[in-house]
């Protein structure tokens, strides 16, 4: 059973305007998140991550929020640029203890020119 | 500064044919993964490896098989493709400390198995 689900297998907005990307959970253990970026034909390429002691964390344009009472958290893109279309990733520690990630099924973004 | 390095980038086999994915890392990380890519599935975990001389599976391992030869190096082996197998693969590595949580991936291998 998955563990980090992506609802929205795409999005699309328009250049300039911001991003949401969600991403759920089941596991309250979870003590860190991360979120990737991946372009066709590349592998994935790691964005920003956060403790789950954290509520928010920014890296210039890009900031995650962790709501943990709802199990969730966003990725903001602002301003949304044609270069961010890609696909994102949520991800969390894979269980089991391998020190591993699970992935969420990723979420398409398109920024319109 | 080249990363994680998968070859070959695009594979066919037919079914029942054998091949082994190539992977190795200059960033001398002890943790080495191996990752498969279907739409709508996300990536999930065949092997992994803690360090050299050990592997361990993960959620979808059957009809693999794992070599970790050496620190740099983490192959992936079908001994006998299946047309479930096509997918896209990904080999990772992950440096050691509490805090080094994320992955580096390489370009990944497009296998096709008719």
């Known amino acids: 059973d998955q563990q980090v689900k992506q609802n929205s297998p795409s999005l699309s907005v328009q250049e300039g305007r911001i991003s949401i990307l969600n991403c759920d959970y089941t596991?309250?253990?979870?003590?860190?998140f991360l979120w990737y970026k991946k372009y066709p034909a590349e592998g994935p390429t790691f964005l920003i991550s956060i403790s789950s002691i954290k509520d928010k964390n920014e890296d210039g344009r890009f900031t995650v929020f962790l709501n943990k009472s709802a199990k969730h958290l966003s990725l903001h893109i602002v301003p949304s640029q044609p270069g961010d279309s890609a696909v994102y990733f949520c991800a969390a520690p894979h269980p089991g203890g391998r020190r591993a990630l699970t992935f969420g099924s990723g979420t398409r973004l398109q920024v319109q020119p | 500064n080249a990363g994680v390095t998968q070859t070959p980038k695009f594979q066919v086999l037919k079914t029942g044919q054998s091949m082994t994915l190539q992977c190795a890392q200059d960033m001398n990380h002890n943790s080495m993964y191996w990752y498969r890519q279907d739409p709508g599935m996300g990536l999930r975990l065949i092997y992994y490896s803690a360090s050299e001389g050990t592997t361990d599976k993960g959620e979808v391992p059957n009809g693999y098989n794992v070599s970790r030869l050496n620190k740099r190096e983490f192959s992936l082996r079908l001994e006998s493709a299946a047309p479930s197998q096509t997918s896209v693969y990904f080999c990772?590595?992950?440096?050691?400390?509490?805090?080094?949580?994320?992955?580096?991936f390489g370009s990944g291998t497009q296998l096709s198995v008719l």
């Open positions: 990772a590595s992950r440096g050691t400390g509490v805090t080094n949580e994320k992955l580096f």
């Open positions: 596991n309250s253990m979870f003590d860190y």
